[in-house]
């Protein structure tokens, strides 16, 4: 089949050019004498010669051009539906694909929407386990202080403790060594009087050994309190030799009780001492 190109005008002569309207061709010269196919012939001549007495004698070339003109009008047709129906189908994916493409940019407009969202939670729960470290190791620092006070009154608790223990020992042994003396005055014929007992001064102690006599006046004979260097005197000598020219000074929440502590202990001495000011020695 041939183009729009190559058709021949009935009225062009020799040399001729045709211009292409349909713009898909080349301008060319066409000559005069066109060889039409057999079988277009054939055909175009029965018809001529079945019409017309004389047959073959009146064929022209005329009747031959206006078939081709036909054929190729057919054909323009033809191509111009497939063009046709070529050209709505891709109207189709050139809508179909348009839509595609904007569901897309709203898919993508929405998972960015939720990318900044996560990426808001992120740094919000990043934030919360920065602060909830912070307080943790705030904690942890609590509890070490915590524990480091706890071990030091544990410590300071243990020394009291061991203090008063040892205080309390020499006490004993002091009140042991004064039972002694006690028992070996006694043994000895010397005999003392308890001053609730006896109907002597309160404040004055007679002791009489061979033939001598003498007079101890305590520290409440005159109306005074024990100073505090006796009374120091009185809580070294009974914390033994070994603590005699060391003073105990507990630092911490015990001070308070090792205070009264030791106040009630150099009460309760004084008072036994108190209780023997006033004593009579005899010879056996």
């Known amino acids: 089949m041939g183009t729009a190109s190559s058709l021949v005008s009935p009225a062009g002569g020799v040399g001729e050019v045709i211009e292409d309207t349909y713009g898909g ?21 029965r018809r001529v010669g079945a019409s017309r007495p004389g047959g073959l004698i009146g064929a022209s070339f005329k009747s031959t051009a206006s078939v081709q003109e036909l054929e190729c009008m057919a054909e323009y047709e033809r191509l111009k539906k497939e063009y046709e129906i070529f050209r709505v189908s891709k109207n189709n994916e050139v809508a179909s694909m348009v839509k595609k493409e904007a569901k897309l940019d709203r898919e993508n407009k929405r998972l960015r929407a939720e990318l900044q969202a996560l990426q808001k ?27 480091h006070d706890r071990d030091k009154v544990k410590r300071q608790f243990k020394i009291f403790r061991e203090t008063k223990e040892n205080e309390i020992q020499d006490l004993l042994r002091a009140k042991r060594e004064l039972e002694a003396k006690l028992q070996r005055l006694q043994a000895q014929g010397i005999q003392v009087f308890d001053p609730e007992e006896s109907d002597s001064d309160d404040n004055c102690t007679d002791v009489t050994a061979a033939g001598a006599q003498s007079e101890y006046w305590n520290g409440g004979a005159l109306g005074s309190e024990p100073s505090m260097g ?5 809580q070294q000598s009974f914390r033994g030799p070994e603590f005699a020219h060391s003073s105990i000074d507990v630092e911490g929440p015990f001070a308070n009780i090792n205070r009264v502590l030791l106040a009630l202990i150099q009460k309760s001495v004084s008072a036994k001492w108190e209780g023997r000011v006033c004593s009579a020695v005899t010879p056996p």
């Open 25 to 45: 061709g080349e301008a060319c010269e066409i000559p005069v004498e066109v060889k039409p196919k057999a079988r277009l012939l054939r055909g175009s001549l």
């Open 230 to 234: 006796s009374m120091m005197q009185l």
């Open 121 to 147: 939670t992120y740094q919000k729960i990043l934030r919360e386990k920065e602060s909830a470290l912070e307080a943790k190791y705030q904690a942890m620092e609590r509890a070490a202080t915590f524990e």
